[in-house]
């Protein structure tokens, strides 16, 4: 079921083309100002087809055209500037006349350049000495300023000093004032003279003391100002030690720009020497030129005489020639002219002998042709009868083994059979189907119940199933959905060793050879046609001695390159020669992007022109991308297509890149997702293409995948202990509880949620989240189940995750199953409460669809095709209808914690609230309905758009 993958589409051309061309306009469907020539039908290729498949539509809507579609590269403003090809023309005679005039005008270029940088110098230089007088000016200036202030620093010391000095001798008096003023006071009153004395000395020392005090107050003030004076000096000083500083970083500066200087001088000095020399050297030249044109004209004189020469000398040889046989003649002639009469006779007697033998020869001829005809056709009869010999044998030994079971066997069968179906476990049709392989004794359904022997019964269900159809993992619903809507949908694949064939009805091989082209020759491809889920198929095996699709696995061969463009080819080759006039070509992924390029290039000059393109990426990771060289083998034209607005891949000129072909050359291009199709637009995303996608991007569009929701239904999921649906969501406890008990789990209370994990353990997917969300969800009180199914190339992680896994053996909440289960994957779907889809990035992503279906309710990063199907339930800027689950933006274990912690407590505060939430997310319409709507919508526009212009 998962495997939607790659699906290739090809046709093929005898000879490679001898020019590319581009018609104007119509390339792009989506842009309305297109104008296109061609009309189309649908020829469509299928992702779910494991690789390389091709599905033609052919919609009744869109009958009776008749087009010549204009290609999808016309509207690329790149192809119009380019030249028609990058070959530049080299004159041979005059190389060395060139060469000399190449380096002159370089020399000539960097003289010119090292004169203007000269001169620039000089400038710098000029500007440099200038600014170096100002500075000096400024110094000098500053110098004389600080000199006067320094002047006026010792002036105000020296009177601060006197200052200082008044000051003591004040004091002093003061102290000689006290001491009298105590002996006056000692004396008493008595002294009237001495009173009188007293007052005058005091009424002095007070007057002196008051003019001391203002001249203190003054010299304080002074000092004040010559201190604030000193402080502003002291910042001169540093600009001034600044300013110096520049100076001499400015001084360096000129030093260095004079060495420059002095540097260029002595380069010009050697390129004008060089000047000279060339010149001198073009003198030599062109005397020696000369001197080879004369040499040449003597050269030529003597071949011109050589060859006369050689001419006369051979003459003269056949002259000689002539003699000799004319000599020889002559002596014969004397010789035989005697015998002349019998040797007549001999002769007609000859003639008769001969004539006779020739008879011989003829009836001899026709016997022996009569001998080999018997011949043959005795051994046609004898192989004929071996061949039925050997069926009759090979049908004998099966029938005996098959009728060597006893009755009961069969009996035993019919019985399960019957049982399966009373207790809804399958359906109706798939009964009846069974039964009548039971009846009839055929052999594979007894080979089918003695390999499920080990098996529970789940999977000899789903082992019988197969047996009647059911197919899931070879067709998507986008052909049903197609088909559904009354288009008519055929499908070309490569005939895999490795397809599961029991899927194939009326699986035969076509008495024809579909002879297609490929490294400089025809190869045969037998044609097999059946049907698979009601879908017509075309099987491609090509009689290649590479076996091509004989490797036991669909992609990952070293030829890949190869083996798909060879499909590709075959594919259209045999649209041509069956008379098919598709209106859409479908192409999926890069197996089969070299149909884009071949259709326009090969096919529609050969009349194969009915068709649009249409080619979707499943996943822009996988490119395909080769030596530019390996696109000849289908015969493309490498010189025309490694161009950097064709299929030349961005990041390597010798290289090819067959995605960038399709974009370039198809009429639609489509991806898996609205949000992917954004992050393919940035640098960040694009995976290398972003730019080709911008330039095309009018005709790109993503397109949600769907599921399909017959096989992906829990109300008749016969994988399911009970069924259930929207409505009734009963069930789905009893899942988690059936499921709880089958891996031997703790049953837990109720408020204690499932959390599960189905996925490839990729490092797209996230595994570090994957991880942590284990342990998180054990914390926080939960339950986990993780299903992965890890590639062969993921053995570290293979190990990590089973020493995970052993960790968790018997754990009562937790458990790791490291495997591939389909039927284990719908038992999870069902039993979960919440799904856990980390990825680092997602093109689309089946498994949140699938998980709301089931009612399981999806945490997801906001990635690609997971940020267009989960909205978060707290999200108010997104329309409550449309809220469906958890999301978080970081690719780190904050963010997931946030979105599960959110998670757990709607689960256990808002129980009713978590039920409308399942019952909402189970009725989500994720079919491939809707999305095979868009795609027809594409396809109608195409189509209209391309009879349009053809009518203009
Ligand atoms: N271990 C597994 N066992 C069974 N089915 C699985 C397993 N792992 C993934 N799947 C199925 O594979 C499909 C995954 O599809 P998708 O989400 O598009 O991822 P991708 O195609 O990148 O692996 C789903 O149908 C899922 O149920």
Redesign the pocket.
């Known amino acids: ?5 790659q699906n290739a589409k090809k046709f093929n051309v005898d000879r490679p083309p001898t020019n590319l061309k581009f018609r104007p306009n119509g390339g792009n469907d989506s842009d309305s100002n297109n104008s296109s020539k061609d009309s189309t039908v649908l020829s469509n290729s299928e992702t779910d087809l494991k690789g390389g498949i091709t599905i033609a539509v052919e919609s009744k809507h869109l009958k009776e055209k008749e087009d010549t579609d204009s290609p999808a590269i016309n509207e690329d403003p790149m192809i119009n500037t380019l030249p028609s090809n990058n070959i530049t023309p080299v004159s041979t005679k005059s190389d060395g006349e060139q060469l000399s005039g190449v380096h002159l005008q370089d020399l000539i270029g960097m003289i010119r350049n090292a004169e203007k940088n000269v001169q620039l110098l000089n400038l710098a230089r000029v500007r440099a000495l200038e600014d170096l007088a100002k500075i000096i000016e400024e110094k000098e200036a500053l110098q004389t300023e600080i000199n006067v202030l320094e002047m006026k620093l010792a002036e105000t010391d020296g009177r601060l000093k006197m200052a200082a000095q008044e000051k003591i001798r004040v004091e002093v008096l003061e102290d000689q004032l006290e001491k009298l003023r105590s002996e006056l006071s000692i004396r008493g009153s008595s002294m009237e003279h001495a009173r009188d004395m007293n007052s005058a000395v005091s009424a002095s020392q007070s007057d002196a003391v008051n003019y001391f005090s203002q001249e203190l107050e003054l010299l304080r003030a002074e000092n004040m100002s010559l201190k604030d004076e000193l402080e502003l000096l002291k910042g001169d000083l540093v600009n001034i030690r600044e300013t110096g500083h520049r100076i001499q970083m400015l001084e360096q500066e000129r030093y260095s720009l004079e060495s420059s200087l002095k540097d260029f001088e002595f380069k010009l000095a050697a390129s004008q020497e060089d000047v000279s020399n060339i010149s001198s050297l073009k003198l030599e030249c062109k005397s020696l030129y000369e001197k080879v044109d004369s040499l040449q004209e003597l050269f030529d004189n003597t071949t011109k005489h050589t060859d006369e020469a050689f001419k006369v000398l051979q003459q003269n040889q056949e002259l000689r020639k002539k003699v000799d046989q004319l000599e020889e003649s002559l002596s014969e002639a004397n010789l035989y002219r005697l015998s002349t009469e019998k040797m007549q006779q001999y002769g007609v007697l000859m003639q008769q002998k001969i004539k006779l033998l020739e008879e011989r020869l003829q009836k001899s001829d026709a016997d022996i042709h009569s001998y080999v005809q018997l011949y043959q056709d005795s051994m046609k009869e004898f192989q004929d009868t071996l061949s039925n010999l050997k069926e009759r044998i090979d049908k004998r030994a099966e029938d005996e083994s098959v009728q060597d079971k006893p009755s009961e066997f069969w009996s035993n069968l019919l019985l399960m059979v019957d049982g399966w179906f009373l207790e809804k476990k399958i359906l109706a049709d798939e009964a009846r189907l069974l039964r009548e392989m039971i009846w009839n004794r055929e052999g594979r359904i007894c080979d089918a119940y003695l390999s499920s022997k080990e098996m529970n019964e789940t999977e000899i269900i789903t082992t019988f199933l197969r047996l009647v159809g059911g197919l899931g993992d070879v067709l998507t619903g986008l052909s049903k959905a197609l088909q559904k809507k009354g288009h008519l949908v055929e499908i070309v694949l490569p005939k895999y060793d490795c397809m599961n064939y029991e899927l194939i009805r009326d699986f035969k091989a076509l008495d024809v050879a579909v002879e297609s082209y490929f490294d400089g020759r025809l190869f045969k491809n037998k044609i097999w046609v059946g049907t698979v889920e009601g879908l017509p198929v075309y099987f491609i095996e090509p009689h290649h001695p590479s076996k091509f699709f004989w490797r036991g696995q669909f992609y990952g061969e070293h030829d890949d390159f190869k083996r798909f463009s060879f499909f590709s080819r075959a594919a259209l080759e045999l649209l041509l020669q069956a008379g098919k006039r598709p209106d859409i070509v479908h192409c999926h992924d890069w197996q089969t992007a070299f149909v884009a390029p071949l259709y326009w290039d090969l096919y529609v000059p050969k009349g194969l022109s009915s068709a649009r393109i249409c080619f979707t990426c ?2 822009f990771a996988y490119q395909g991308n080769a030596p530019a060289s390996e696109l000849a083998s289908c015969g493309l034209d490498v010189h025309q297509l490694n161009r950097q607005d064709r299929m030349q891949d961005n990041s390597s000129r010798d290289r090819v890149n067959a995605v960038k072909g399709a974009i370039v050359f198809s009429n639609i291009v489509t991806t898996v997702s609205p949000t992917y199709a954004q992050e393919m637009l940035t640098p960040e995303g694009g995976c290398g293409l972003h730019p080709t996608l911008n330039l095309h991007s009018k005709k790109f569009v993503g397109i949600l ?1 769907g ?1 399909d929701a017959e096989a ?1 239904n829990p109300a008749t999921d016969r994988f399911l202990k009970v069924q259930y649906h929207a409505h009734d969501i009963e069930g789905k406890a009893e899942n988690k509880e059936g499921l709880r008990r089958y891996l031997g789990m703790t049953s837990a209370s109720g408020d204690q949620p499932l959390v599960a994990c ?5 490092p ?2 996230g595994v570090h989240l994957i991880r942590h969300a284990l342990f998180r969800t054990l914390e926080l009180g939960g339950q986990f189940i993780l ?3 890890i590639m062969a190339l993921g053995i570290l992680l293979m190990r990590e995750f089973e020493e995970i896994g052993n960790h968790f053996r018997d754990h009562e909440h937790a458990r790791l ?6 039927s ?2 719908h038992l999870i ?1 069902a039993a979960s409460d919440m799904f856990i ?1 980390p ?1 680092l990035f ?9 998980a709301m279906r089931y009612g399981s309710i999806p945490i997801a990063r906001k990635t690609g ?1 997971l940020n267009d199907s989960v909205f978060d339930l707290d999200d108010n800027s997104i329309p409550v209808q449309y809220r469906n689950g958890f999301t978080f933006l970081t690719a780190d274990e904050q963010a997931f914690n946030s979105a599960l912690e959110r998670a757990f407590y709607h689960y256990k505060n808002n129980v009713d609230e978590w039920k409308q939430l399942v019952q909402k997310v189970m009725t989500i319409d994720f079919s491939w309905d809707s999305s095979a709507l868009l795609y027809e919508e594409l396809y109608m526009k195409s189509v209209t758009r391309a009879k349009t212009a053809n009518r203009s």
């Open positions: 079921m998962q495997n939607k993958k499943h996943n995948n599921i992906w189905i996925t490839r353990l990729v797209q997917k299903l992965v199914w199953l490291l495997k591939y289960d389909e284990l994957s779907y889809i990825s997602e093109p689309c992503g089946l498994t949140q669809m699938i095709g």
